[in-house]
């Protein structure tokens, strides 16, 4: 879409009525380049006919003098550099023009007189030619230099148009999102209708001595609809809508940030009411600190420009500054105060019936067989945000499409989510011996996921490879979203992670490196028990690391570590390691236990390759009834209910 609105223009001949123009992409006037090109067609033809009336019916001197002897000439012309002349006609033949080039000649005139030709003088001005010789070509430079540089600052923006603001600038009709398209996020849109109010009716609040907000700040992880509850807000409100990103303020020139913000308001102020959205705010706002190396003092001033527009903006004039991030705990204080973002509003991943109402939204497009149970596919994607769901309903149309089917199955949305959670299937030959190590790995994780409490029940489990490394995986099915974890459901998740390991040891006497990605996260969680759930009671209730964590985004390699000593660091490793034996013997026992289950299950596995939870419950027999659980937390990550991979 381009930076500007679409043009309306009146409805031409021949149109139909509320259709659109497409804009035509900007360039350089027709009419400009012909008369550049007749400017220039005309002054080679100036040249041409000067340079030929130069040289036209020249003769030489030597010649000129025969002429003269002769007696052929009738009169001639002579200036200080030429000389000009007719020669007589010679019966029906008329009178002929020449030019020779005048050379030193004492007794020129004397001839001329003995011979009775008439002549006479003229005076040349050789500045005339000389000026005219640099003028012209130098009124033509400037010319073409003025032309290039009211393109480069005009309109469309070039590279002198660097200090404007670089807003996506849509009209209060061009904003076609409604709050009837943004599904799973009832209490944010709750919460933003709220401001459609302050843009439609500012009366309402502040007849009764009610300040409108001048800043609302979205926060949330990742792809939930941070950006769509903006566009919904000013299509509900009908109001123009700025719409750009926190790195667009920042050039390789000093200043043009700060400048841009000063133009960005300029332009809202006088489309008020309207909302400025800016997108991405942390690469903008980020905390001011002084660093031994030197700060960025360039953001720094586009941040402080950005303070001041703000806390100087008059919020009579209905201008809504909404703001999203998923990093809110890097951003300055300052932008975090009343009077500037007064409301920040969580945006946080769907529950299950929020996925169910956005899978509704998605599927709309989609021909749709009998089959397909949304509130199934909604249990099945756990964790999925708004944009996940998105994608897994055009990967299910796009398998469904490739098969050549007329309508998308609940098959095509089983691949999908297999393919996106465990990654695009590979059709790896392995020997014989890999694939019964991976079998045995896969269904130890299966079995103690089936019979420990606390866990969601297995869904289905593979020994196709998928992914970056993944040589099978095990799939669970929350039975329902859950937002706590006690210690023991903790413990289970550890023993299900260490399950794929100690079935390898107890059938082969020997260890894989299938166990990797299986051991990284089990101390990830053991180690976020020990030291930020206070689930330790050697070390007590203390959390050492929990103020390192991000709100939204994970950073697996983030080895920092907390304001402790040695010795506690030491005590942390010796409670994290019990934990992991702990978890350890629960998992070797259980297998223990069922050693012919395991067996059973893994030439089921090297059989078949997938099993799906019905044939795994036939399997594995009789069972004590599971207990709902569900997705964790964003704030624990990796707590292994998804996809224990070996």
């Known amino acids: 879409m381009s930076d500007q609105p679409p043009v309306r223009t009146p409805n031409p001949r021949g149109r139909k009525p509320g259709e659109r123009r497409t804009p035509v992409p900007a360039g350089p006037p027709r009419s400009v380049m012909w008369y550049v090109l007749g400017f220039l067609l005309l002054l080679a033809i100036a040249q041409a006919v000067f340079f030929s009336a130069q040289t036209a019916g020249t003769v030489p001197y030597s010649e000129f003098k025969t002429l003269v002897r002769e007696n052929r000439i009738q009169e001639l012309t002579l200036s200080d550099d030429y000389i000009r002349g007719t020669l007589r006609g010679e019966g029906t033949a008329q009178a002929r023009t020449f030019t020779t080039v005048r050379i030193e000649d004492a007794n020129l005139v004397a001839e001329l007189d003995q011979r009775g030709i008439r002549y006479d003088g003229e005076v040349t001005s050789r500045w005339m030619g000389e000026v005219l010789g640099w003028l012209i070509p130098l009124f033509f430079i400037i010319a073409i230099w003025m032309f290039l540089f009211r393109r480069m ?29 943004v599904a799973g996020v009832d209490e944010a849109a709750e919460e933003l209708r709220e401001i459609v109010e302050f843009l439609k009716t500012p009366k309402k609040y502040t007849s009764i001595g009610g300040r409108i907000p001048k800043g609302v700040l979205l926060v949330g992880p990742p792809g939930t609809g941070k950006t769509l509850l903006a566009r919904a807000v000013a299509g509900e409100a009908s109001v123009p809508f700025f719409s ?63 303070l001041a527009e703000m806390d100087g903006f008059d919020a009579r004039k209905g201008v809504i500054i909404m703001g999203a991030t998923n990093r809110p705990e890097v951003l300055d204080p300052a932008l975090l105060r009343p009077g500037r973002f007064d409301r920040q509003v969580l945006v946080d991943k769907p529950d299950i019936r929020g996925r169910e109402d956005i899978l509704r939204i998605h599927i709309k497009a989609v021909t749709m067989a009998e089959n397909v149970d949304l509130k199934l596919l909604a249990a099945r994607t756990a964790g999925f945000a708004g944009a996940d769901l998105a994608n897994l309903v055009n990967e299910a149309a796009l398998l469904a499409a490739r098969k050549d089917k007329t309508a998308v199955e609940m098959k095509d949305f089983d691949d999908a989510i297999d393919r996106i959670v465990a990654g695009l299937e590979k059709k790896r030959v392995m020997s014989d011996k890999e694939r019964k190590i ?42 329902e979203d859950r937002y706590l974890l006690t210690r023991e459901d903790l413990l289970s998740q550890l023993a299900v992670l260490l399950a794929g390991r100690s079935a390898e040891e107890i059938k082969f006497g020997h260890l894989s490196t ?3 990605n299986d051991l990284m996260r089990a101390t990830d969680i053991a180690r976020a028990m020990v030291a930020e759930f206070g689930m330790s009671e050697e070390l007590g209730v203390v959390s050492y690391d929990g103020h390192k964590r991000a709100a939204f985004i994970d950073n697996p390699f983030a080895q920092e570590r907390g304001n402790y000593s040695e010795d506690t660091a030491q005590k942390i490793d010796r409670e994290v390691k019990g934990i992991l034996q702990e978890a350890h013997g629960t998992a070797l026992r259980v297998l223990r236990e069922r050693a ?13 390759e997938v099993i ?28 292994g209910l998804g996809v224990p991979r070996g």
């Open 153 to 181: 600052s005009g309109a469309e923006g070039g590279v002198m148009s660097f200090a404007r603001s670089k807003a996506k600038v849509y009209a209060d009709d061009d904003v076609k999102v409604r709050f009837t398209d």
């Open 244 to 306: 750009l990103s926190g790195s667009e303020f920042v050039e390789m020139f000093v200043g043009v940030g700060a400048a841009r913000i000063r133009d960005l308001f300029a332009q809202a102020e006088t489309k008020a009411p309207c909302i400025v959205f800016i997108d991405e705010l942390d690469a903008l706002g980020k905390v001011r600190i002084q660093s031994p190396m030197g700060s960025h003092e360039e953001r720094e001033q586009t941040l402080n420009q950005l």
């Open 438 to 479: 991976v079998a045995y790995h896969e269904s130890g994780h299966a079995i103690v996921a089936s019979v420990l409490p606390g866990l969601d029940p297995v869904h289905k489990i593979s020994i196709v490879a998928r992914g970056f490394g993944a040589l099978g995986y095990t799939m669970q099915l929350p039975l």
């Open 514 to 516: 299938g166990a990797q």
């Open 596 to 608: 012919a289950v395991l067996d059973t299950l893994s030439e089921r596995l090297l059989e078949k």
């Open 612 to 639: 799906e939870s019905d044939e795994l419950q036939a399997i594995m027999g009789p069972l004590p009834p599971k207990s709902p659980q569900g997705t964790v937390p964003p704030e624990i990550p990796d707590l």
